[in-house]
């Protein structure tokens, strides 16, 4: 017979996995007849959470897994680094997966993990990731999980991001101070919540300073670093080229300054540049580059003292908390 999983049971009861979720763990936030409705088809179909990881969970396991979209990211290298230093506080080992922001193998590494190897889970979603089943069996398996930076609202747990939204705005208000008007945003990606956040701070800033918004300054990039290469070459080589980019990654305002270079434009005379960044040597490029540093190593360690504090007292349902940790803006020669 054909595995059930959460995702099934949703379709046949025209419910959100999210909802199926509750009922099976008798959620209070689920009423009476719902939760009659799905213990009676998971019964029918012989819906099973996996024994192993329910038979694991209980010999509290003293390992959590990270699993981020990647590791050259100045970003992720500090919140790891974070991680671990709770984690050795706490006697814990650190299992790290990398996505390579591909939702086919985050789902793969997820599966592997409902296996019961790890107690927990400390998660940034990839780029490509919209439909949430499997982190639903993660929990329905008892394994926790609480989200840092890229994070997922239809979980219920704990997240850990930093402020974004006004981040966005403060980077493009500081582009607008220092003379830029025609001013585009870069994004890596309409899924994730940190691009759009970061994006409506960029639209609010424009708005407050009675800036028109240009929809052909909204450049979706991708993880393809020559695709994006040729977008951003378009975009300068264009007659109503920008004045100024606000890139939400690093890696994209690496890649203007490579194409800026190719193109002959001058930093910041012709083009100014301010970027999500916590890249170490963003003062020593030519210009150095204007970043919002965030709060990479705070973040870590505070999603993995969370986390662990769970598992520690043996609880495997984190309830909703969002925990908000501030960025700074460093100005240097790329944006003034």
């Not at 996995?17 to 179909?45: C, F, M, N, P, Y």
């Not at 930093?162 to 493009?172: I, K, P, Q």
């Not at 264009?238 to 690093?250: G, L, T």
């Not at 970027?275 to 870590?300: D, K, R, V, Y």
């Amino acid at each position: 017979m054909e595995n059930t999983n959460l995702k099934k049971l949703a379709q046949q009861l025209n419910l959100s996995i999210s909802t199926v979720s509750k009922a099976l763990r008798d959620s209070h936030e689920i009423g009476a007849s719902t939760k009659i409705r799905v213990q009676a088809l998971a019964k029918k179909l012989n819906y099973q959470p996996n024994p192993n990881a329910s038979s694991l969970r209980r010999q509290k396991s003293k390992t959590i897994a990270v699993v981020i979209p990647e590791i050259a990211n100045n970003f992720f290298s500090l919140a790891i680094n974070g991680i671990e230093s709770i984690a050795q506080e706490n006697d814990y080992h650190v299992l790290i997966y990398l996505t390579h922001e591909d939702f086919k193998k985050e789902v793969n590494i997820v599966k592997h993990l409902q296996s019961g190897r790890v107690g927990g889970v400390l998660m940034s979603l990839s780029m490509e990731t919209k439909d949430y089943a499997h982190l639903f069996e993660l929990t329905q398996n008892n394994i926790p999980i609480v989200f840092f930076d890229r994070i997922c609202h239809e979980i219920e747990t704990a997240k850990v991001t930093t402020d974004d939204f006004t981040a966005g705005l403060l980077a493009t208000e500081h582009l607008i101070i220092n003379g830029s008007k025609q001013i585009s945003f870069l994004s890596i990606s309409d899924i994730l919540s940190i691009d759009n956040k970061r994006m409506q701070g960029y639209l609010e800033a424009l708005n407050k300073h009675n800036i028109q918004f240009n929809k052909s300054y909204s450049i979706k990039c991708t993880n393809n670093d020559s695709d994006n290469y040729l977008k951003i070459k378009k975009l300068l080589n264009s007659k109503n080229r920008p004045d100024a980019i606000f890139a939400s990654v690093e890696k994209l305002a690496i890649t203007v300054y490579e194409v800026c270079n190719d193109l002959k434009i001058n930093i910041p005379k012709d083009l100014k540049i301010i970027c999500f960044s916590n890249l170490a040597t963003a003062h020593l490029m030519s210009p150095s580059l204007s970043a919002i540093t965030q709060p990479a190593f705070e973040m870590g360690r505070e999603a993995a003292s969370i986390l662990i504090k769970h598992l520690d007292k043996n609880r495997t349902f984190i309830p909703n908390e969002h925990i908000i940790i501030k960025s700074t803006l460093v100005a240097r020669g790329s944006s003034t």
